[in-house]
């Protein structure tokens, strides 16, 4: 059965760093992009990026490049999310996601972390 | 930045059809965009309802469909149900290896 495992809920202050967590099980974790969505409070889904753990290809939306850091460890079957500076806006809800193919959907999801940044 | 566009809401009653389409803010969209579905509950993650345009998710019900509708992708549900009052995301390649959301239908069942 295919998993993705996400790390537990954060609270951080502005300025701090945050690494997030997807664990993948139940497949060949490195045959298969991973993906970042955001959801933020009350907001729609945002595409971020997508890694591809066999190599670590990493490919980013516009809108978050250079704003967040999309890697992977291929040894653990984790991917990971993450900020060196937080920001307010940066509180939502994260998901990751498998996809299918490089061009294709995503077809597995994570069951989300919040991340919640407030002085 | 190109812009995938969908309507921000819409009712369909119990038992009705309900079509909710997918565009772009510039140009049409065919199959070579590979357009996906995906449904989102309240406080869950989202579920993957169609990809490649046309081709349902495991255990999706039939009454769910897909379509390239003149420039736009459709999802059409078919007696609509109360659990479908869900958000309705589309999904577009744009290419080297990026992707974007819609902004979302909100589907009221009543």
């Known amino acids: 059965e295919v998993q993705l495992v996400q790390s537990g809920a954060e609270v951080k202050k502005p300025g701090e760093s945050l690494k997030i967590s997807c664990k993948g099980s139940?497949?060949?974790?490195?045959?298969?992009?991973i993906g970042w969505v955001r959801q933020m409070p009350g907001k729609g889904l945002e595409w971020m990026g997508i890694?591809?753990?066999?190599?670590?290809?990493?490919r980013y939306s516009p809108s978050f490049q250079g704003q967040v850091t999309i890697s992977a460890d291929k040894s653990i079957s984790t991917a990971y999310l993450q900020w060196s500076s937080l920001k307010a806006s940066d509180t939502a809800m994260y998901y990751c996601?498998?996809?299918?193919?490089?061009?294709?959907?995503?077809?597995?999801w994570g069951q989300g972390t919040l991340v919640t940044v407030s002085s | 930045q190109t812009v995938v566009t969908q309507e921000p809401s819409f009712s369909v009653s119990p038992g009705g059809t309900v079509t909710l389409t997918c565009g772009l803010s510039?140009?049409?969209?065919?199959?070579?965009?590979?357009p996906s579905w995906y449904q989102q509950t309240p406080g869950q993650a989202p579920r993957t309802l169609m990809y490649?345009?046309?081709t349902r998710s495991s255990g999706v019900p039939d009454r769910f469909s897909g379509s390239i509708l003149g420039n736009k992708a459709a999802l059409t549900i078919t007696g609509a149900q109360a659990d479908d009052e869900s958000d309705y995301y589309c999904?577009?390649?744009?290419?080297?290896?990026?992707?974007?959301f819609g902004g979302g239908t909100k589907l009221t069942v009543l």
């Open positions: 490649s345009t046309n």
């Open positions: 996601a498998r996809r299918d193919g490089y061009n294709g959907y995503f077809d597995y």
């Open positions: 510039s140009g049409s969209v065919s199959t070579s965009y590979y």
């Open positions: 890694i591809y753990p066999g190599d670590s290809d990493t």
């Open positions: 139940g497949y060949s974790f490195t045959s298969y992009w």
């Open positions: 999904v577009l390649y744009m290419g080297s290896g990026i992707s974007v």
